[in-house]
């Protein structure tokens, strides 16, 4: 099986910066993608960044030019830096990842793990 662990919300207030960090851990897996969700409270989970096995990223239109999103591939570790925060970005933020698991000399289709979620607070 595979679990995603995050680390890094908290609070912050506007204009400042947070690092979320998020690291798949188990066995004879492959990672086709991972990202970060958010939930803000009466609102339904939306993407907020993505990135490819490849490099390739995608971003939600309201946290491009604030937020990056990279990996470590070797940690199988995805990290959302987020710049220039505002109120409206907090929300709990959630990990995804969609993950083949080994199978015999393949690997299975892949399949989408989430993490426990990470409160971010952005707030004077």
């Known amino acids: 099986q595979v679990q995603l662990v995050e680390s890094g919300g908290g609070l912050v207030q506007p204009g400042g910066s947070l690092r979320l960090s998020c690291a798949a851990s188990?066995?004879?897996?492959?990672?086709?993608?991972m990202g970060w969700f958010r939930q803000a409270p009466g609102k339904q989970r939306e993407l907020v960044a993505a990135?490819?096995?490849?490099?390739?990223?995608d971003y939600a239109d309201s946290v491009k030019g604030r937020f990056t999103i990279s990996k470590n591939n070797a940690a199988n570790t995805v990290y959302l830096q987020m710049n220039s925060l505002e109120p409206e970005d907090t929300a709990v933020y959630y990990c995804?990842?969609?993950?083949?698991?080994?199978?015999?000399?393949?690997?299975?289709?892949?399949?989408?793990?989430w993490g426990q979620g990470t409160q971010v607070t952005v707030s004077s």
């Open positions: 188990g066995s004879d897996f492959s990672i086709n993608a």
């Open positions: 995804n990842a969609n993950i083949r698991l080994r199978l015999g000399i393949g690997f299975a289709p892949g399949k989408d793990y």
């Open positions: 990135i490819w096995s490849s490099g390739l990223t």
